[in-house]
């Protein structure tokens, strides 16, 4: 084969020098757009590749992105990149279905991988796996799905290496709640781990051009926080508003692949002025929760105000007409959640309906309305339209 004339130096930032000479199996780049994560990774998988190829062995490479369909134009386009970079182009036959990029003279050969298409990549059998590449690795759904993979892959490793190689880059998301978030910072320090972090400003190569730069700095004025989780790869959060509205998403009917399997009603009182309102949640199969129904209560302006018999007596009707509709039948009630000020309704319920309410477990305001935003970031907090399933208690 011919000698690739790569000079590294000249390719690689600095700032990514850990990451191109650890031997650590497991490699965590996070970081802003643009800051050279896929770049150094693709060429990091070459050249990995490569010391195989030099002595004629056949060395095999996987990359994975959640969904298949975005395989062509990015990781397989990022790869063919990396191989002309090490002149390598030629002695590469690439196909499309299934996306591969093979060595001609050893066989060894890139594969790539939706996560969607979880057979094909449970049931293959490839071996002299050298590197396994997650990109973009905050649009899987959890850590567990690398878990199922990776025990895979381990198992097909190169008899000449000492272990395969797992790279993951993805920008990190938003909510510092967000699972892979969560992961990451864990991760940091552990052994065997390296986690990198990133932005455009270790570039110290120029690959950033003048006009990226003006475009970088335009958003750095307009809107700061969107400069340091787009571009300095920040958790930023998710602004100031408390929840952002649009991210509830409303729900006409329960979805075929799905089921309620709990349920949770969480009660929130008022005896003068303020309202009591019950909520009934539904925990779905795949982990959605949805706002199924409410009751709700408003003694504000009534000479004759509900006493704690009167509300008691209407939730108890609320929540067994919840569970006698068809779709909840055999959903369990969880938990019952209260207002952990409200004593008088609690104890009411308990000398009517022998069943205990749960004061709230009240942490920090910020922590109780993170869990809210987690939810909400996951795309998992729905609710349901209230139509013809809403009951009218009284
Ligand atoms: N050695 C190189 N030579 C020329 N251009 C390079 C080189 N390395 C990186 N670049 C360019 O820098 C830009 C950013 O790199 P890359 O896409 O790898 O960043 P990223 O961190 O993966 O960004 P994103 O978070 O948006 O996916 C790309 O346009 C890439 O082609
Ligand atoms: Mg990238």
Request: aromatic fraction near 12%; proline fraction near 4%.
């Amino acid at each position: 084969m011919t000698k690739p004339t790569i000079d590294i130096q000249q390719e690689v930032n600095p700032h990514f020098k850990p990451v191109w000479t650890t031997k650590t199996s497991y490699n965590v780049l996070r970081g802003g757009r643009n800051s050279f994560k896929s770049s150094v990774i693709a060429m990091l998988l070459v050249y990995l590749m490569l010391q195989y190829l030099s002595k004629g062995e056949k060395a095999n490479l996987v990359v994975i992105r959640k969904v298949a369909s975005t395989i062509r134009d990015s990781v397989y386009l990022k790869m063919q990149w990396a191989l002309e970079k090490f002149d390598l182009q030629g002695e590469f036959q690439s196909t499309v279905a299934p996306f591969k990029l093979m060595h001609k003279p050893t066989g060894s050969t890139i594969y790539f991988y939706g996560q969607d298409d979880f057979q094909k990549l449970k049931s293959n059998d490839i071996g002299n796996i050298v590197a396994v590449w997650y990109e973009e690795a905050a649009e899987f759904n959890s850590a567990e799905e690398f878990d199922q993979t990776n025990t895979t892959f381990m198992r097909q490793k190169h008899p000449l290496a000492d272990t395969v190689r797992f790279f993951w880059s993805y920008n990190p998301p938003r909510n510092p709640y967000s699972w892979i978030n969560e992961w990451s910072d864990k991760l940091v320090g552990e052994d065997g781990w390296l986690v990198h972090d990133s932005s455009y400003k270790d570039d110290e190569l120029g690959f950033v051009t003048e006009q990226m730069l003006q475009d970088i700095d335009r958003i750095k004025r307009n809107d700061f926080d969107y400069y340091r989780y787009l571009y300095l790869g920040e958790p930023v959060g998710l602004g100031t508003n408390v929840y952002n509205m649009s991210l509830f998403k409303p729900l006409d009917q329960l979805p075929d692949d799905d089921r309620v399997i709990s349920l949770y009603y969480s009660m929130d009182t008022g005896h003068s002025v303020s309202a009591t309102s019950c909520g009934c949640y539904g925990l779905t199969a795949k982990g959605k929760v949805i706002r199924l129904n409410g009751y709700y209560y408003s003694p504000a302006g009534r000479v004759n105000k509900k006493a704690p018999s009167e509300l008691s007596k209407d939730i108890n009707t609320f929540i067994k007409k919840m569970s006698a509709l068809t779709p909840y039948k055999g959903a369990r009630i969880q938990k019952r959640t209260i207002d952990s000020a409200e004593a008088a309704l609690r104890n009411q319920y308990l000398k009517d309906f022998g069943q205990h309410w749960i004061p709230v477990n009240k942490l920090k305001k910020v922590d109780m309305v993170d869990y809210v935003h987690d939810l909400l970031a996951q795309g998992r907090l729905l609710s349901q339209k209230p139509v013809s399933n809403r009951i009218a208690v009284l």
